[in-house]
């Protein structure tokens, strides 16, 4: 592996590690009050769109920090709707 690709898993790897306290922290407290649906929306198709960009130029770094980053900030959107969901239905 050259060094450009390993400086991109570096790269990547940090900021996918990112998300994680904010999935912890969504899924213990089962609240995703002051999260931003219209921030996180667009987030996710930004982060789709570059998943796609890695594929069409075989770019390892790029897809899967963004495969790994679509799947936290979709937990997170997820678990935010669904919680939402629970406390108007309670």
Do not use: H
Not at 4 to 19: M, Q, S, Y
């Amino acid at each position: 592996m050259d060094t450009i690709n390993i400086l991109g898993l570096v790269a990547g790897t940090c900021t996918t590690v990112a998300f994680i306290p904010q999935v912890l922290q969504v899924w213990r407290t089962r609240s995703a009050q002051d999260i931003s649906i219209g921030m996180y929306s667009v987030f996710i198709v930004g982060v789709a769109l570059w998943l796609v960009y890695g594929l069409v130029v075989n770019s390892m770094p790029v897809v899967v920090s963004n495969l790994v980053t679509l799947l936290l900030a979709s937990a997170v959107l997820g678990m935010k709707m669904w919680f939402e969901n629970r406390q108007k239905n309670a």
